[in-house]
């Protein structure tokens, strides 16, 4: 097994290297072992996976994902925590070193990988987390389940249906690729330095895109101007997109909804379907 990491390692191998976690990038460290050897096991990733993990930090949930068997690429931005991640995980884990490489760089920019990821399995930062997720299954369709630890607020966003309060973009746009749920909480006592806001895992299967005429691209359109302004009907809020509130209403009306109904009702289907009638109206 790994030697994972606790508070006094995660301290002392800081101190060695002379950083501390930076507001910069979002850095709150994972000093718990049970936390990491946790997520690890809602993640379900064992030696056939090829799992990325996002923003490793000092090595805490690295570790622990070599400990299960997979092969891992490590995404992280900062240059000095890129550097010594490796001579972490041959000191600490010397029989797994060999399954773990290390790309240095922003999350947000990487559209390749030597080995297809089966998973991604991370703690995000809490400032791009949506982002970094819809990124990466976008960009690599070969993903088929995403286990992050996110802030709790956002994770809330991601696992909402229709008509609940925090359900939106995040929400409506998880679901054109995946079945999102809320997979535990975590509390900030777990990290350093400690957040002011609780965390919570997310987890995220891969199923079929939905089959539609209209693209991607379309269809998040759709979805971004029918949350842009949450209390506006649908027949206002896409008259931007469609040229016009009449024009809006009359596509509403042929997929049989109510011009006035809001985003926060609608299923990833609903949008999905106006965007084709939008695309079919504007032909």
């Known amino acids: 097994m790994a030697e994972l990491l606790g508070p006094s390692d995660i301290r002392t191998l800081a ?6 976690p930076t507001k910069k990038w979002g850095q709150n460290f994972v000093v718990d072992a049970g936390t990491v050897r946790r997520i ?4 379900g990733v064992g030696s056939d996976d090829h799992v990325v993990e996002v923003g490793p930090g000092l090595g805490s949930l690295t570790l622990a994902l070599l400990e299960s068997g997979a092969a891992v690429t490590a995404v992280e931005i900062d240059p000095k925590l ?5 001579e972490t995980v041959a000191s600490r884990a010397p029989d797994e070193s060999s399954r773990m490489s290390v790309v240095h760089g ?10 297809a990821p089966t998973a991604l399995v991370a ?20 993903l088929e389940r995403v286990l992050v630890m996110v802030q709790a607020e956002v994770a809330d966003r991601l696992a909402a249906g229709p008509g609940s309060r925090t359900y ?8 054109w690729y995946c079945d999102v749920r809320r997979a535990g909480d975590v509390k900030r006592n777990v990290f350093w330095p400690v957040p002011r806001v609780d965390s919570a895992l997310v987890l995220m299967e891969r199923r079929a895109i939905p089959t539609t005429t209209a693209s991607r691209e379309e269809v998040f359109a759709v979805i971004d101007a029918a949350f842009a302004q949450r209390r506006k009907g649908l027949r206002g809020a896409l008259s931007g997109i469609a040229g016009s509130a009449a024009a809006a209403e009359e596509a509403l009306t042929s997929v049989g909804i109510a011009p006035l109904t809001r985003g926060e009702q609608l299923e990833i289907g609903d949008f999905v379907r106006i965007a084709e009638a939008l695309n079919s109206a504007s032909q």
């Open 40 to 43: 690890v096991r809602i993640a």
């Open 168 to 175: 939106g973009i995040p929400s409506v746009k998880a679901r």
């Open 123 to 142: 703690n995000l930062p809490y400032n791009v987390s949506v982002p970094v997720i819809l990124h990466f299954l976008e960009t690599f369709p070969t």
């Open 15 to 20: 101190e060695s290297l002379g950083t501390s």
């Open 106 to 115: 922003d999350a947000l920019r990487v559209d390749s990988l030597d080995t």
């Open 82 to 86: 890129a550097a010594a991640l490796p």
